[in-house]
């Protein structure tokens, strides 16, 4: 049986049928400002893709097919203590198995090592860079803040003839590194700490993968890649919104310097998968620590861990195309990643039966030595495919040993002492005997009959039982290995640790469960490797390219099949129990939450002075007494709230945003080193509470201060986040989701009022989520009703 998954077509459409970076192309293409579009997918070499770096390659490499012009492919190699031809490979690999087609534009930065020399000398004659001879730690400390400007160095001022002859030496190996950068000279009291003198060049002592030792100094990113662009021709130069800050910066070089071609950067949204990271960083620190079984481990999120455990390329491409092009970060739910693996794979995975857990079962009334032939479709009833496969039926049997039970609950559909279930495209059996080993008391058989007359799934007395078992012919049955993965993290946010803690303490235990021992249909005998297929109520597989030998295969699981009983049987107990509801800090963060004890129990863990600080927050500011005590057991936390509440007098909102969203977006920093202010925190609540903008904008706001600095006031000045308060303006936006949404409208007055939250969400996603959340309740409670 071969069920090889057909190549990805070639990139020719981009990830969403229309995006706000479509519309710019094709506005610049009108306008006469371009008469053909040239992208690029300019990865560094010094890891492997990832599931986020798929957005990118089908948006830049399916821009460029769709409006008739071309793609580059280049590597960003400017580090070369990090770089590998490996790395090289791996991504020309991935990128050809997702449809990228670059043809003859294969490029590298280093091809270009000479001309950003001549660019960089061409900065220091016009008086625009200089050699600067300070240390990494003394450059940090004359930086400034985001609220402070910074100091210029003692050396900003040299002539151009001194830092021609440094930088000429520099090259030529004479000094150590970090004896001397050369910076750009811009402003050192600049708002966009990017453009506060950036270093552009660095001496680097170390072998680069292709030039080798011929450099010993090498461009940093900013220069190097925007001056690349310009080399190439690049006309729309697209990236993820954290570089947008650095925007400034490509534009300045672009703009004092002698280039070929006028590039202009755009941002997009970045994919941020949950129960994932995505930082190539902590992805080499699990590969490194022999965590993972290198970059092509299937529960990595890497484009080839993701191609072994079998998601193809268009499952990939289906899901880029969901999520869509925005110009705001959000966190996507793995779930919907695994929604769109099943539906492509549903209808290329041809379905098998196979036994993980075996339990072997004998039908005492089935003649010994016979062999029947069952017909069995490959194919279920809403797949538009044909084709079947002999399954052998045989006295001996195996099923999954989960499908029995000697002492079932209610509502047991399976297998039980004295209970019918039907055999997946055979007849009825009704368990009269559980054999156990005598040492252990294991039950390691069940003694069966075999109802014959019911094979067509029904019995003449009308008899159905409503379970139905897979199985497998004992005698016939080929021994395989199973590899079960699930998610690698075991929580939404692994990246989000408290202080003192590591990612690495959110690993999933169970995210691989490896079978020896299973037993499955022996047609899969000949399977080859890379075929999918799907175990019936077990999940989609993939043939292991790898491990996989003739007559043994490895089948990797590659997303479950959802089971709506595993799900009520994890659900039972807890109700049973009836538990007292949760405190309001156990509703907290993954990240954030502690033990599931009362607030008196966690104040009275805190020492004295910490404890009664506690009560104060709670009697004089009015706190929560959860977040109290979370404040108050944290210096860096308690800190920001105090410098938040003197700009903005709100202690309540104060404490829910330190606690709820900084803390959320400190992902592996440590509360000591806030990366944002009270004077920040405290404007974007005023924002807030004088309706400037929403909490859900205000998150956004929140996020870009968190990685890039800035004013919230600016912010959302620039980039035109205030909120829209204009009933009029919003009145019009919910009359257009009303008309357009007239099934939605008919159960909603039929009494479907969970639809609200689908009507609220599309009014927010017309007006870019710019919309008063109240106002729109209001607007759509009053015309919907």
């Given at each position: ?246 925007r400034e910066l490509y534009d ?395 700009v903005h007098d709100n202690p ?60 919230p006031k600016a912010i959302v ?69």
């Amino acid at each position: 049986m071969t069920t090889q998954s057909p190549r990805a077509s070639d990139a020719d459409s981009s990830v969403a049928a229309s995006n706000f970076i479509r519309t710019i192309i094709a506005e610049d293409l009108a306008a006469g400002r371009h008469t053909r579009v040239v992208t690029r997918f300019p990865p560094e070499p010094n890891g492997y893709l990832h599931i986020g770096h798929a957005k990118s390659i089908l948006l830049n490499f399916g821009l460029a097919a769709d409006f008739g012009g071309a793609c580059h492919m280049r590597f960003d190699d400017t580090n070369p203590a990090a770089e590998d031809m490996e790395y090289v490979e791996s991504i020309l690999r991935d990128v050809r198995w997702l449809g990228g087609d670059w043809g003859d534009k294969l490029f590298f930065a280093s091809d270009y090592f000479e001309r950003l020399y001549a660019f960089a000398v061409e900065l220091i004659q016009k008086g625009k860079a200089y050699v600067c001879s300070l240390s990494e730690a003394e450059t940090r400390e004359l930086r400034g803040t985001v609220t402070e400007p910074g100091r210029e160095s003692p050396y900003r001022n040299r002539s151009a003839a001194e830092s021609l002859d440094l930088f000429a030496r520099m090259r030529a190996g004479e000094f150590p590194e970090g004896a001397h950068v050369l910076r750009a000279k811009i402003d050192m009291a600049a708002p966009n700490m990017k453009m506060r003198d950036p270093p552009i060049y660095r001496i680097k002592r170390a072998r680069h993968y292709r030039t080798g030792d011929a450099w010993s100094v090498y461009p940093l990113y900013d220069f190097a890649h925007s001056l690349s662009d310009a080399i190439e021709g690049i006309t729309h130069s697209i990236c993820t919104l954290e570089f947008e800050n650095n925007r400034e910066l490509y534009d300045w070089f672009i703009e004092h310097l002698d280039v070929p071609s006028r590039p202009r950067q755009y941002e997009f949204a970045r994919l941020n998968l949950s129960y994932t990271v995505m930082s190539k960083r902590k992805l080499l620190a699990l590969v490194k620590g022999g965590l993972v079984k290198g970059w092509d481990d299937p529960r990595m999120p890497t484009l080839a861990g993701l191609r072994r455990r079998g998601v193809t390329p268009e499952a990939i491409r289906s899901f880029c195309e969901e999520i869509g092009v925005a110009k705001t970060n959000s966190m996507v739910d793995v779930a919907k990643f695994e929604s769109c693996v099943r539906d492509d794979l549903n209808l290329r995975a041809p379905r098998v039966m196979a036994v993980l857990r075996p339990l072997r079962v004998v039908l005492e009334n089935y003649p010994e030595g016979q062999v029947e032939e069952i017909d069995a479709p490959y194919w279920p009833e809403d797949v538009p495919r044909e084709g079947s496969r002999k399954v052998p039926l045989s006295r001996v049997l195996y099923i999954e040993r989960d499908d029995f039970l000697e002492d079932p609950p209610k509502k047991w559909f399976r297998l039980a002492p004295g209970q019918q279930v039907r055999l997946r495209y055979a007849g009825f059996i009704t368990c009269r005997e559980v054999v156990r080993e005598e040492a252990t008391g294991e039950v390691i058989e069940l003694r069966c009959t075999y109802d014959r007359p019911t094979a067509s799934g029904e019995a003449p007395d009308g008899r159905k039982p409503k379970g139905t078992l897979h199985w497998v012919s004992a005698a016939h049955a080929l021994t395989a290995e199973v590899r079960l993965y699930d998610r690698l993290f075991a929580v939404e946010r692994p990246d989000a640790v408290e202080e003192g803690k590591d990612f690495l303490e959110n690993l999933n235990p169970g995210s691989l469960v490896a079978l020896s021992g299973c037993q499955v249909e022996p047609g899969l005998s000949t399977v080859e490797k890379g075929s999918h297929v799907q175990f019936e109520r077990q999940g989609f597989f993939f043939v292991d390219p790898v491990d996989s030998a003739p007559g043994a295969p490895v089948f990797n699981r590659t997303v479950a099949l959802k089971d709506s009983w595993s799900r009520l049987a994890a659900e039972k107990p807890a109700r049973a129990a009836e538990p007292a509801p949760e405190s309001p800090a156990a509703k907290a963060p993954p990240e954030l939450r502690r033990e599931r004890t009362s607030f008196e129990e966690r104040l009275a863990r805190l020492d004295p002075a910490r404890a009664e600080k506690a009560r104060q927050l709670i009697d004089a500011r009015g706190i929560p007494g959860d977040d109290a005590v979370v404040l108050a057991d944290d210096d860096g936390l308690l800190r920001l709230f105090e410098e938040t509440v003197a700009v903005h007098d709100n202690p309540r909102g104060a404490a829910n945003w330190v606690i709820h969203s900084v803390a959320r977006e400190l992902k592996d920093r440590k509360t000591g080193e806030l990366p944002v202010s009270g004077a920040q925190l405290g404007e974007l609540l005023s924002l807030i509470d004088d309706g400037t903008i929403s909490g859900k904008i205000a998150k956004d706001v929140l996020a870009e201060i968190m990685q890039q600095g800035g004013s919230p006031k600016a912010i959302v000045a620039q980039r035109g986040l205030r909120q829209v308060a204009d009933e009029g303006a919003l009145e019009r936006i919910v009359d257009q989701i009303i008309a357009g949404h007239p099934g939605e409208v008919s159960r909603f007055r039929a009494g479907n009022s969970k639809l609200i939250g689908f009507f609220v969400g599309q009014v927010m996603k017309a007006s870019g989520g710019k919309a008063n959340p109240d106002l729109v309740n209001s607007l759509l409670a009053r015309k919907l009703a």
